[in-house]
């Protein structure tokens, strides 16, 4: 019984699942086309022929050959142990402690994105519709988006505990084996086989380990049932209205009026038990509030007037940064370019998530110190 998740392309928004197997319509394009970032997850008893020849699964295995073959030395005994291959550090974070940062050397890297290529163009790797992390096109914004687009007052806040770390390659395969098209293409004995050397490369000290190019993808793939069971059960829980959108580790689970946290709790920890999953919810970062107070969701606030915005405090140290441009480029002291690209991404980074302020901000600093603040930035930039 696996789950088949199709891109929700905007000319079939209306037709259903039942009908895009009974009528004249080609199924490869919601395979294929990597361009809408929307999904629709469906869970089936059986694989309809249909979607079964929309894919072409001897490409796939062929694909899976000749990456192998490329790629000898990590399958052959020449390299006898991964974890000679990575550089690990630690990098602070946000809500304070440190980050184990595992990143691979010059040659797995390579081979890494190689896989990662792979997965997206001949293994169709595809996440649910709530998935908003790493995702081409789709940035924490997106996700906010979609909470105030339900006018949401009240959220719950979720956080996975080690979540990278208590992935293992045993509960990923098992997943794999639920969710369509690998559902199929595990059925084959020797295929599974390859598949697993293949996704060992992927682990260090059997857990995912970030700083790689596949772990961020690996997870969106196998938390595809997880995530269609949450959003399921939510939509029959209490009658409420919910929006749940992950963002890799980070569980947003909003509603127009206040529910019941610990229900909410229990309903996910269900969820993950049913499922096996290695991983469990930080007790410790498990939040409940309504946007009257501090709605801090992934960086974002969504106020009490359904704006989203970046907080007071960002915006003081924006115009900080913004002054201090202006006035040292007015006084010939000119920024590294490095400094200058850093200002100039946050500037277009809060412009996409309030653009009227920080449009009103560049003006006004702008005639301040008689200063282009973009052509500035094009000038340090080319002279570098």
Known sequence: MPYITLRALP?????????????????KQFFYNKTPSNTRTHYVQNVNKKLITSINFDDMKKSLYHFIDLNQQFFNGTISSLSTMYDTFYIPKSSGGLRRIDAPNDELMRTLKDLKRLF??????????????????????????????????????????????????????????????????????????????????????????????MSPMLTN???IPIDFHISK?????????????RYADDMQISSRSPFNIGKVQNLILDVLNSFHAPFRLNDEKTRYGSTSGSNWNLGLML??????????????QLKIMLNNFLYDYSNGKFWDASEVRHLQGQLQYYLSIEPDYISYLVDRYSQIHNVKIYDTFSKILKSN
Not at 123 to 145: E, M, N, V
Not at 233 to 245: A, E, G, I, P, Q
């Open 11 to 27: 000319n079939y928004h209306q037709v259903s699942f039942e009908e895009l197997l009974t009528n004249s319509i080609d199924l």
């Open 233 to 245: 059960w939510l939509r029959s829980l209490d009658k409420h209205t919910f929006v749940y959108t």
């Open 120 to 213: 997206e163009d001949k293994l169709l790797a595809i996440h649910h519709t709530c998935a908003y992390a790493y995702i081409p096109g789709r940035c924490p914004l997106d996700a906010i988006k979609r909470h105030q687009s339900n006018e949401s007052k009240w959220f719950g806040k979720f956080d996975f505990n080690n979540f990278f770390g208590s992935t293992t390659q045993e509960f990923l395969e098992s997943q794999l084996k639920q969710i369509f098209p690998f559902s199929e293409l595990l059925n084959d004995a020797q295929i599974s086989g390859l598949f697993h050397q293949v996704l060992s490369l992927c682990f260090l000290n059997n857990c995912l380990p970030q700083g790689t190019p």
């Open 303 to 316: 106020n009490s007037q359904n704006e989203i915005t970046i907080g007071y405090k960002r915006k003081k």
């Open 221 to 223: 793939i196998m938390m």
